[in-house]
Structure formats: C-alpha cells, structure tokens
C-alpha cells in the first residue's frame, strides 16, 4: 500500500462524505467539481473534501485507489459512489436523496 | 479501413465494436473549456459521450462509465481530460424520451 492509499483508506473511514475534488468547496477549480460540490450544498450534505491539485500523488492514488480516471470522485460510508455525471444523473433523478438517507447520512435541505 | 484520425473517431470505433451501442453521441466540447487547466492547444480534451446499448443491462452506473473509461484509457493517457458520460441502456433511454 502506498501512502497515498492508506490515507485515502483512513479519509473514507472517518468521513461518512468525503469528496476529492480539484480545488475546495469554496474555490473549485474545476467546473466539474464545482457541480458535485453545488449537489451537495444543495442537499445540505456535510462533507469533508481533499484538494487533489495539492498533492499530485492523492491526485494519482485516487484513480489507482477507485479504478476510476477521473475527479471528482464521491464516497459515501466507504463506498465509491461515482463522478460528476453519476452524482449529477442521481440528484437529478431524486436518487441521490433516497441512497443517502438510507446511508444514514442527514440531508439539512431535505424533508 | 483507415487508421482513425481524430480523437472522436478513435473514440467511436471502439465504443462501436465494445458495446454495440444502438445509440452514440460523441460531441466536442472542447471549445467550451478552452483556458481551463484541462484544455490543451488543438482542442480534443473535453467531450460528451451518450452510449445507449442493451450491454449495459445489469450494470451499475460505476461499472458502466469503468468500462467507457477502461476503452478510453489510451486517449486519457495522450491528453484527453474529461469524458461527460450518459450510459443507458435501450429501456431506460425510452423512459427518459
């Protein structure tokens, strides 16, 4: 296991939410992180996010560590859950609402 | 048959032989991301990909997009940045007309 890995390991252990995106919550800097980012806010999901323009090899671990090319990428208790198209398809569909909840994770915006 | 030439065309020939879509849209986008960190000089980093193929069927949607990316890794290697991506299968793409 590389040191990348174990972080991300512990970072989707200890947070129920955790998104590694290009750029924080607040400064995205990219469009496509800025959507996920904006879903969630929208929801009112608490998240914890890793900036992976800080850290070329979080940004290289993430892919190898989900099998996954590309950021932003969502977990949700441990589970990978997707990018911005899925992310954005669920929200869209009411799915993201219903997989959520059932994953105990509290939605502020949401009755 | 040629050798294909654009990114696109590369794109399409392998969605067309892995999938059987009976559907696919590949559209560049790449115009729109121009000055982003992610864009390069010439284009061809940005496209939006719709696949419609009864091959998807009993897939989630992460193991769907993994198999587009899995095809797609040689162009993601040489430059191209991002992928928006539908995949649907025939049923859910007649629910969604």
Redesign the interface.
């Known amino acids: 296991m590389s040191q990348a890995s174990d972080q991300i390991a512990k970072d989707i252990a200890e947070n129920d939410v955790m998104l590694y995106m290009k750029g924080t919550p607040v400064f995205p800097q990219c469009g496509f992180s800025a959507a996920v980012v904006h879903v969630l806010s929208e929801l009112g999901v608490k998240f914890k996010s890793a900036d992976v323009l800080k850290d070329p090899e979080l940004r290289q671990g993430i892919k190898e560590f989900s099998n996954w090319p590309t950021i932003p990428q969502l977990y949700v208790k441990g589970e990978f859950v997707g990018g911005c198209d899925i992310i954005k398809e669920m929200f869209e569909s009411g799915e993201l609402d219903t997989f959520l909840k059932d994953k105990g994770i509290t939605l502020e915006n949401v009755q | 048959m040629t050798a294909p030439r654009t990114v696109a065309e590369s794109l399409r020939a392998k969605f067309e032989t892995a999938f059987g879509p009976v559907e696919l849209v590949i559209v560049d986008e790449s115009a729109h991301?121009a000055g982003?960190?992610?864009a390069r000089d010439g284009g061809q980093s940005h496209f939006r990909v719709r696949i419609v193929s009864a091959s998807f069927a009993g897939l989630s949607?992460?193991e769907r997009?993994?198999r587009v990316?899995a095809l797609?890794?040689e162009e993601?290697a040489a430059g191209l940045h991002?992928?928006?991506?539908?995949t649907l299968t025939p049923e859910e793409a007649a629910k969604q007309s």
């Open positions: 991301h982003h960190s992610g949607r992460v997009q993994r990316y797609a890794a993601i991002a992928l928006a991506l539908t």
